[in-house]
């Protein structure tokens, strides 16, 4: 195989799994690992990819780097989907109380869902706390649910309200689950996410709830972005597509965190 369909193949495995490990490439291509190393150079040099220890990330997963939620949607959807139907068999129609859903695709998928939600009781109902307008405006579509928008500075690229005002809203409340999102999820450094504002109200999501249960597709295991929101014994329950690898699992194990395969 010529070095040219050796780097299209990383590419597209970068746009699938986020990540590409310079052993695995290796045993693929049948190839040393040093001529693994001289590929991710040169796609590193076209902008491709950012080298890290063991292989590289996709270049949308460097450190700083965030898409709008417009330009995440479609990715990843198959897994998005199973991911919030697994969410919702959290929230089944004899639950009362209040959750709170974090600004997200993925959490998105789950507000769509929620649209639909009927309580066992006639008098029932279910409150739904966010800082996103979108999400806020889906499940207010559903007569059974309660929405309770939190304000704040309003994030064009995700459409979430952050700062201080968001911040000191949250300080009083403390919803029996919390539906996160996140950019990154990283066996020493956590749940991440890209900006410090947005990070800061995901800690307040993670921290004030009696339950942080983390919706991440398997493109967000083991990457690092700039800022960490919760450690992974902050969170109760990380639902995913795919079985993260042997050091995020046995990371998982120890922080006592429940991982489901949606």
Known sequence: MYAEERQQHIEGQLAEAGRVAVIDLARTFDVSSETVRRDLDQLEARGVLRRVHGGAVSAARISRVEESVAAR?????????RIALAALALIPSTFTGAISIDSGTT?????????????????GSLTVITNSISIAAI???NPHIEVQLIGGRLRGIT????????????????PDIAFLGANGVHADFGFSTPDPDEAAVKSALTRGSRRAIALVDASKLGIETLMSFASLSEVDTIITDHSPDDDLTLA????????VIA
């Open 73 to 81: 949607t479609d990715r990843n959807s198959d897994a998005k989907e």
């Open 159 to 174: 459409g979430a309200a952050v700062g201080s005002a968001t911040l000191a809203q949250l300080s009083g409340i403390r």
């Open 139 to 141: 499940v207010s579509e």
């Open 107 to 123: 959490t998105s998928r789950l507000a769509q869902h929620l649209r639909d939600w009927q309580p066992a009781a006639s008098a």
């Open 252 to 259: 998982l194990e120890r922080a006592d965190v429940e991982t």
